[in-house]
């Protein structure tokens, strides 16, 4: 029943998700990766050669993202809006 009591707000919280789900799997897209269509709330993108050394690339830059999927693809899973910010401006600081 608490639930309930919050169901609207809880809605928005879902819609602003994939609304910055859906924005980063744009901007990805736009500086020149391939990005696997996604429900969830994390987005799975590459390719890379070495998938691992940009995911430490990263890591040695403060963001924390998961060197899972497949072969040469990351996954980076939605965040707050300065966490994706911080994510993207790391990623074009070490990407091609």
């Known amino acids: 029943i608490a639930a309930l009591r919050h169901a609207d707000e809880l809605l928005a919280q879902v819609d602003a998700l994939r609304a910055a789900r859906d924005d980063l799997a744009a901007w990805l897209t736009g500086a020149g990766f391939d990005v696997a269509e996604s429900d969830a709330n994390f987005i ?37 809006p300065d966490e994706i910010e911080a994510f993207k401006t790391a990623l074009k600081e070490v990407a091609r």
């Not at 940009?54 to 060197?67: N, S």
């Open 44 to 80: 799975l993108f590459g390719t890379f050669p070495d998938r691992h050394a940009t995911w430490q690339a990263l890591l040695d830059r403060g963001v924390l993202i998961r060197e899972v999927g497949p072969v040469g693809w990351l996954r980076v899973s939605i965040g707050t």
